[in-house]
């Protein structure tokens, strides 16, 4: 009888699961989360469908993405106010 694929660690040090084996592995999944910040993906195929990270994780990308934001809106408006725009 095959056994199960156990979670494989990517590359870019993402836990990759398949989709098909991850509901058992969910309550370990969020203790890796919770506990040692390991960032899992549920992959179909594969590909990567679906990230599981902490409310923190979640809350920093919101941040980064505001100030990525700004930053950009900052250099858009020096760009036009150059005398060489």
Do not use: F, H, K
Not at 8 to 32: F, K, N
């Amino acid at each position: 009888m095959a056994t199960d694929p156990e979670p494989q660690i990517a590359d870019d040090g993402v836990q990759e699961v398949p989709l098909t084996i991850a509901r058992p592995l969910l309550t370990r999944m969020i203790e890796q989360a919770r506990e040692n910040g390991l960032m899992s993906a549920l992959t179909v195929r594969g590909r990567r469908r679906i990230y599981l990270v902490t409310p923190e994780c979640v809350e920093q990308a919101r941040r980064d993405r505001e100030e990525v934001r700004a930053l950009r809106e900052e250099v858009t408006r020096l760009r036009d106010a150059s005398p060489d725009a």
